[in-house]
C-alpha cells in the first residue's frame, strides 16, 4: 500500500491544506502529515487511518509530524484513539520529528510518556518492531 490523501477544506472562506500521505512497510503504517491539525481536520484523519488500519495488516504506526505547525485536542485524541487501538495488538506508536511547538504540545498532554520519539523514519523503523 502507498497511497497520497489531500484534503483541501474550507474554513471561514479560506483554503485550507492539509497533507496526508500514507506508506506501509511490512507491518509498519508511516503516516507524513503537514498543516494545521485541528478540529477542522480531526474527523478526515481519524477516517483516513482507520480505513488503512481495517484494510491492512498493520502493527506499528509512524506518525511524521516534520510538517505539523499544530496541532490541538482534537487530534490528540485521534493519535491516542489509534495508540489505544494498535497497543491492544501488541503494537507501538511513535512521532518522528515534531517541530518544537508540537512537540510541547505532546509533551504537556502526555503523550511522550507511552509513545517514543524518534529524529528521523530510519531511526522509528529500527526501534519500533
Do not use: W
Not at 75 to 91: A, D, E, F, P
Amino acid at each position: 500500500m502507498d497511497f497520497i490523501s489531500i484534503h483541501l477544506m474550507i474554513i471561514d472562506e479560506e483554503v485550507v491544506l492539509v497533507r496526508l500521505e500514507l506508506e506501509q512497510l511490512q507491518d509498519t503504517l508511516i503516516a507524513r502529515l503537514s498543516g494545521d491539525l485541528d478540529l477542522g481536520v480531526a474527523d478526515n484523519l481519524r477516517n483516513t487511518l482507520d480505513e488503512a488500519l481495517d484494510n491492512q495488516p498493520v502493527k506499528n504506526i509512524i506518525l511524521n509530524l516534520a510538517g505539523v505547525s499544530f496541532i490541538d485536542s482534537s487530534v490528540l485524541g485521534v493519535v491516542l484513539g489509534r495508540y489505544k487501538r494498535i497497543t491492544k495488538i501488541g503494537g507501538r506508536v511513535c512521532f518522528v520529528e515534531p517541530q518544537p511547538q508540537v512537540r510541547r504540545i505532546l509533551e504537556l498532554s502526555g503523550l511522550l510518556r507511552i509513545m517514543d520519539e524518534f529524529p528521523g523514519e530510519a531511526a522509528a523503523l529500527e526501534n519500533i518492531g
